[in-house]
């Protein structure tokens, strides 16, 4: 019952900036935390940012450059992308997760990704 739409994505030379914003909507009773993923062809699918109340982390490789907020307002956030370079290509994918039990099984929502090309 959870809908993500990614946005923002498009095509920047390197050295370039990019703002991702991602809307949820649906029947959310509550979630955990809001993050954002990136794919590249023959790589795996891995974190790029990832929020919680608690706190937020990085990959090591867009520390410094990347930074991921999230609306006060509603269960949306955003991914700040500064001087981006050619390796931060990728497909990137919203994701939220929600805890399904007390015990701390967690089901993810997953939008449907939006291209970020960086050219030299």
């Known amino acids: 019952q959870v809908q993500l739409v990614e946005s923002g994505g498009g095509l920047v030379q390197a050295g370039g900036s990019l703002r991702l914003s991602c809307a949820a909507s649906?029947?959310?009773?509550?979630?955990?935390?809001m993050g954002w993923y990136r794919h590249t062809p023959g790589k795996q699918r891995d974190v790029v940012a990832y929020?919680?109340?608690?706190?937020?982390h990085y990959a090591d490789s867009v520390k410094g450059r990347f930074t991921i907020s999230k609306d006060n307002d509603k269960i949306a956030v955003h991914l700040q992308m500064n001087n981006l370079k050619p390796e931060d290509t990728g497909v990137y994918y919203c994701?939220?997760?929600?805890?399904?039990?007390?015990?701390?099984?967690?089901?993810?929502?997953w939008g449907q990704g939006t291209q970020v090309t960086v050219s030299v």
């Open positions: 994701n939220l997760d929600r805890a399904a039990t007390p015990a701390g099984f967690i089901l993810s929502s």
């Open positions: 649906g029947s959310i009773f509550s979630f955990s935390g």
């Open positions: 929020w919680t109340s608690a706190n937020t």
